[in-house]
C-alpha cells in the first residue's frame, strides 16, 4: 500500500502561483511513477502531468504546459506541482497519484493510488 498526502492548494488571483506537495509513505517511493489529476465541480477528473519514476521523463496536458512544472524528489518521497500564470479554469481539486506500471500515463484509471486531493481556487 501506498498512502498519499496533497498539501499547498489555497486561493488565488490569476496570474498568480502555488506549489503543491505530495508526501508518500509505504512501499519505496521510486518504485512508482506519479502524476497529478484535477476534478473540476461538474467535470471528469483530468490528467494534469506526470513524472517517471526516475524523474528524467515528464509529460503534461497542453493546457498547462510553460505554466506547470511536476518534479520529485526520491529521497523525501514527495512529488510537486509547481504552478504559475494560474488562470480561473485551472480552479478545481488537485489529486495525486501513484502507479506502478502502466501503458497510458493520461488515464485515471492506471494509477493504483490517489491523495485525498487539495483545493485550488482561482478568482479572475
Known amino acids: 500500500q501506498v498512502q498519499l498526502v496533497e498539501s499547498g492548494g489555497g486561493a488565488v488571483q490569476a496570474g498568480g502561483s502555488l506549489r503543491l506537495s505530495c508526501a508518500a509513505s509505504?512501499?519505496?517511493?521510486?518504485?512508482?511513477?506519479m502524476a497529478w489529476f484535477r476534478q473540476a465541480p461538474g467535470k471528469e477528473r483530468e490528467f494534469v502531468a506526470h513524472?517517471?519514476?526516475?524523474?528524467?521523463?515528464?509529460y503534461y496536458t497542453e493546457s498547462v504546459k510553460g505554466r506547470f512544472s511536476i518534479s520529485r524528489d526520491n529521497a523525501k518521497n514527495t512529488v510537486f506541482l509547481q504552478m504559475n500564470m494560474l488562470k480561473p479554469e485551472d480552479t478545481a481539486v488537485y489529486y495525486c497519484a501513484a502507479v506502478r506500471i502502466f501503458r497510458n500515463y493520461e488515464s485515471p484509471t492506471e494509477y493504483n493510488y490517489w491523495g485525498q486531493g487539495t483545493q485550488v481556487t482561482v478568482s479572475s
Open positions: 513524472i517517471s519514476q526516475s524523474g528524467g521523463n515528464t
Open positions: 509505504g512501499r519505496p517511493f521510486n518504485y512508482y511513477a
